[in-house]
């Protein structure tokens, strides 16, 4: 796939087919999705989603939309694990989760295109010259602020090492989290990296710190 169709909604062959919507558990067996990383990325994000609440303003019933789209963000990395990004859209443009209605399957198909690339203010605007922004704009905002969430809930579980995020301090524009386990270090870093969706959606600054040593 080359960079023009990076970021378009068709496949290679540029035909349009209809959806067939698949459960949880048939995703996770045909697509070989990693059930414990699938499992933390999602209580990660639903951890964020609780804590941001004041901030990015998604209705609570949101909350499972937020949760699902965790738990198949990777459903390309079997196929593709390189472009999984790539390989997962298509995937879940035509095997939506059933659990989702049907308005939403948009939103977790182009999460998972979303989580894994940086994301400039460049690309951003490129992005919403493709398909994606042919979508009604409330439903762009949606997906990209779903996926400024599971960005972050993904990098949290970089290391594979069960990190947790810990104290939560908030100040008038910036919000600091203490991240704890073996694998903080890694994961803070990598939360600092991938909190750039979420700084170019919102004026409040995400910080992101290994938790002292006790």
Do not use: C
């Amino acid at each position: 796939m080359n960079s023009e169709d990076e970021f378009s909604g068709a496949g290679q062959s540029g035909e349009r087919v209809l959806p067939e919507p698949l459960p949880l558990e048939d995703l996770y067996h045909i697509y070989g999705i990693e059930r414990s990383h699938a499992d933390n990325v999602a209580r990660n994000a639903l951890e964020l989603f609780d804590i941001l609440n004041s901030v990015h303003g998604l209705h609570p019933e949101m909350r499972t939309l937020v949760e699902i789209a965790a738990l198949v963000h990777d459903t390309g990395a079997a196929t593709d694990f390189e472009n999984h990004h790539k390989a997962g859209r298509l995937i879940l443009l035509q095997h939506p989760p059933s659990e989702v209605p049907e308005r939403f399957w948009p939103v977790v198909s182009w999460t998972a295109f979303l989580h894994k690339k940086r994301i400039g203010s460049e690309k951003f605007e490129k992005l919403k010259g493709k398909d994606f922004g042919k979508m009604p704009e409330q439903l762009q905002e949606l997906t990209l602020k779903v996926a400024a969430l599971i960005r972050l809930a993904d990098a949290l579980d970089y290391s594979r090492m069960e990190s947790r995020l810990g104290k939560v301090t908030f100040g008038k524009r910036s919000i600091r989290f203490e991240i704890e386990g073996q694998g903080a270090v890694i994961d803070a870093e990598r939360m600092e990296k991938k909190g750039d969706l979420w700084h170019l959606l919102y004026d409040t600054r995400l910080e992101f710190r290994p938790a002292p040593k006790k």
